[in-house]
């Protein structure tokens, strides 16, 4: 055994380094105090001050999603710990990979009394509190438990359906020595994954696919994370059937493709929600069947049978009945669903099924109807997609920005449209484009903000701009709430209530406060000059863009209808 003597925080960040742990997004109190005494002239991990813990925790998503690593924050106990609880969340709801770490008052130990369970200062069962959206929590009771702790916790959070895992860290247990002994084993009863596809469910998957008349793809999520786009374009292709994504699938098909049909939902593309009810076979790849991507249920793609190719079990026939399922990873089930599909189909080119595809794009395409001179939402993302390289990471608030960026906005490369899916996080873009401009610095990182969205983290323009972490966020400024004022406008007869957020504040004169650059624009022409300031520079800038506030997002699917029901004129 090779034992090394040394304190509970070196034995953590020695595990973070094993981990390859580069980045650690936090605020230091009390209780986590001897992990930022060690990590004082630590070379090997960045900590980046965070001004708040949930936007610590948003940042370190940002990092996950954009690099495909776990993503690592840190807090105090009680309010440092609990202030996560948003952050942690939001990744369980879009499955990304986090490792949180707490402190907390000290357990029993040689130099202190037993503290927890007692309401002492700063106290707070985060376990408990986070049971509900973590894969798994830790708190270790001994300082030899730390090597495995953090390998299990970085294990469970990147394997299987990814998501977040967090350590909470007993002061005494950071602080006291003990002989430590590293190693790479992974110790986890009761932790089984099936990545593998079952081969019958391939073949019978293949032949219905290989039979349909107007098949059609559903990619979600699950397929960036999987590393799966290149075998889902090659699936596309072969079956020349067109691919609808998810909100969180965005990116996993370029949406230049002539197959893409955009994102669905209840703010989807027209031409997306049409084909999808008229398919006869749907191939839904690493999605949930969300509430905002199908609409009623009931009316969700009603004559296709159904293939669900999902890592998580627990996922298939819970909101839609499947008719195949494929509990697998999703890189995988494509690889060999190809293979067994190209041995059976045999398909003419130019099927009415293509026909119908190229004339519903061509009618409903929200991209189509462009009016260049006008300040609006539509015109500026179209603008900023002809600007930016296909590389440039996008990241979102939540509200009409966030809708009005899946719609007409397109995603070119996986990894490269961050948003809030399942839990919406108003303030989350900000962090999370801060998080993915570390994890990628080489690469421009746009977030695409509303002022009632951005106004929620805009504290962060102090890490940004004291950690030299460059990026740009366009201020969608229609001085409301916009998405609730659009809903009370359109569901309760204009009635507006808590909506209105005034011409506060400034932001041009808010991102200078902060050592940022604040721009504010009124054309097309100003926009284009300001996104190539921004970009070509090497400071935070903020955008200012006054909108219209009685601009809505269409088209909508209102609540209790089905996707085919979408109304309004984009």
Request: glycine share 8%; net charge neutral; proline share 6%.
């Amino acid at each position: 055994m090779n034992m090394t003597q040394m304190s509970g925080a070196e034995a953590l960040l020695e595990s973070l380094e094993r981990q390859k742990v580069d980045t650690v997004f936090g605020i230091l109190g009390g209780a986590i105090l001897p992990v930022y005494d060690a990590l004082c002239g630590n070379k090997k991990i960045r900590h980046i001050l965070a001004r708040h813990e949930q936007c610590a925790a948003h940042a370190a998503e940002g990092y996950a999603r954009a690099s495909g690593k776990a993503g690592v924050c840190m807090a105090t106990s009680g309010p440092g710990a609990t202030n996560l609880v948003t952050g942690i969340a939001n990744a369980y709801m879009d499955s990304s990979p986090i490792i949180a770490l707490t402190g907390q008052v000290p357990s029993s130990g040689a130099n202190t009394s037993y503290m927890i369970g007692k309401d002492a200062f700063q106290e707070a069962d985060i376990i408990g509190i986070v049971t509900a959206v973590t894969k798994y929590s830790y708190q270790p009771r001994s300082i030899p438990e730390i090597p495995s702790i953090v390998n299990n916790a970085f294990y469970i959070a990147t394997t299987g359906r990814p998501g977040p895992v967090l350590i909470d860290l007993p002061k005494n247990i950071q602080s006291e020595i003990a002989d430590v002994e590293f190693t790479n084993k992974i110790s986890l009863r009761g932790y089984k994954l099936s990545t593998e596809p079952n081969q019958t469910r391939i073949s019978e998957a293949a032949n219905l696919l290989a039979k349909a008349e107007r098949p059609i793809i559903l990619a979600g999520g699950g397929v960036i994370t999987a590393g799966a786009s290149d075998e889902l374009i090659q699936m596309s292709d072969l079956l020349m059937a067109p691919v609808a994504t998810t909100f969180m699938g965005k990116g996993s098909f370029p949406e230049n493709h002539p197959l893409s049909l955009g994102s669905i939902g209840m703010h989807g593309n027209p031409a997306a929600n049409k084909l999808i009810g008229e398919s006869d076979v749907l191939l839904a790849v690493g999605t949930r069947f969300s509430d905002r991507a199908t609409a009623n249920l009931d009316s969700f793609a009603p004559n296709a049978k159904k293939i669900h190719i999902e890592i998580d079990n627990a996922e298939i026939n819970k909101n839609i009945e499947i008719d195949i399922p494929i509990v697998a990873d999703a890189k995988k089930a494509l690889k060999m669903l190809l293979i067994a599909t190209s041995k059976k189909l045999q398909k003419a080119e130019g099927t009415m099924w293509n026909k119908m595809v190229k004339e519903a794009k061509e009618q409903l395409s929200p991209l189509l109807k462009e009016r260049p001179k006008d300040v609006i939402p539509k015109n500026l993302l179209i603008t900023l997609r002809k600007l930016l390289p296909a590389s440039a990471i996008i990241t979102t608030e939540v509200g009409q920005n966030q809708m009005w960026s899946a719609l007409y906005f397109k995603a070119l490369q996986p990894r490269t449209f961050i948003s809030s899916g399942g839990l919406g996080t108003m303030g989350f873009g900000f962090p999370a484009a801060i998080g993915a401009k570390v994890a990628c610095p080489e690469r421009q990182v746009v977030d695409i903000a509303g002022d009632g969205s951005f106004i929620m983290t805009e504290q962060e323009l102090a890490c940004s701009v004291a950690e030299n972490i460059p990026v740009t966020v366009i201020v969608l400024n229609n001085s409301v709430l916009g998405m609730v004022a659009q809903w009370q406008r359109t569901l309760y007869k204009r009635r507006y209530m808590a909506v209105n957020l005034g011409k506060t504040p400034d932001f041009v004169k808010l991102a200078e406060a902060y050592g940022a650059q604040g721009l504010r624009i009124n054309s097309i022409e100003e926009f284009e000059k300001a996104i190539k300031t921004a970009t070509t520079g090497n400071i935070t800038t903020v955008i200012d863009v006054p909108i219209s506030s009685e601009n809505d997002v269409v088209p909508f699917v209102p609540p209790g209808c089905g996707l085919p029901q979408q109304r309004g004129d984009y």
